[in-house]
């Protein structure tokens, strides 16, 4: 016997009129940061990113709702970004 819950709860996702919280992450290469953190500026919503400094890359996470997906996609290609270094992470939970 486990004093352990075998089933987790789970927080429900923020979700508003854009749809889910999720958490947008873009990898690139260092000497390119300046440059995304500029279109990035350009979003029609603020964006406060956290970095996440490797070797060889930099990784930038920030929320955003997730019908702004698409938006930051183009926006990104528009740019001469690939739009392939956007990946979508979990939707974000409320705080309890």
């Keep these: ?18 749809g889910e919280l999720v958490l947008l992450h873009i990898s690139i290469e260092p000497k ?13 919503f603020p964006v406060n990113p956290e970095l996440h400094h490797k070797p060889n890359s ?6 955003a709702w997730s019908a702004k997906v698409d938006s930051v996609r183009k926006l990104l290609k528009m740019y001469g ?5 956007l990946g979508i992470g979990q939707p974000l939970a409320q705080a309890s």
């Design 58 to 63: 930099v990784t930038v996470e920030f929320p």
């Design 81 to 85: 970004f690939d739009p392939q270094c």
């Design 32 to 44: 390119l940061l300046e440059d995304l953190l500029e279109v990035l500026a350009r979003l029609d």
């Design 1 to 18: 016997m486990s004093v352990w819950p075998t089933s987790q709860v789970t927080t429900p996702a923020l979700i508003g009129s854009e």
